[in-house]
């Protein structure tokens, strides 16, 4: 079984935001794999199916971004979920935009979501889809960045890389990471 996690924020006013990508990268695998996001358990609401022959749960966390680690640790313990079978999606700032990174393990860098996720789990193995949302301008405030909008020329490349990141979850699920770095990692 795996457990993918979009990371966002919950409300009208975020959607579509930077912050956000996690949130339509799971409903664009849940579109594409039949499954239905309709359930509300763990503080945020999923949905189960199938990717490939492997059991599925896709996740939007609804504790708002700094709080996402509550929801992941309660499945995590809930399905004793071994913690590579964790897939978390999110945006990042320090990466090309629109590009896509995969990750096995790591730091949570400057992301306050994935910080939230390790100090939950106490641990950082898991795998991260990482998707470049563009950097913010000199004097720019970080959280009024990525908590705005994309522009109008931004909005092909990013559904493109959503498309991707959501292929590059498949290729994990149905393959293994090593496949979907290969695949999508751009060097």
Known sequence: MYVVVGLGNPGKEYTNTRHNIGFNTIELLAKRNDIKLNKLKFKGVYGEGTIGSE????????????????????????????IENLIVIVDDIDIEFSSIRIKKKGSSGSHNGLKSIIYHLNDDNFPRVKIGIGKKHANEDLANFVLGNFSKEETSPIEEAVLRASEAVETIIKSDINKAMNSYNKK
Do not use: A, D, H
């Open 55 to 82: 059991k599925v749960l896709l996740v939007k966390p609804q504790t708002y971004m700094n709080n996402s680690g509550i929801t992941v640790g309660e499945i995590v313990r809930f399905y004793k979920l071994p």
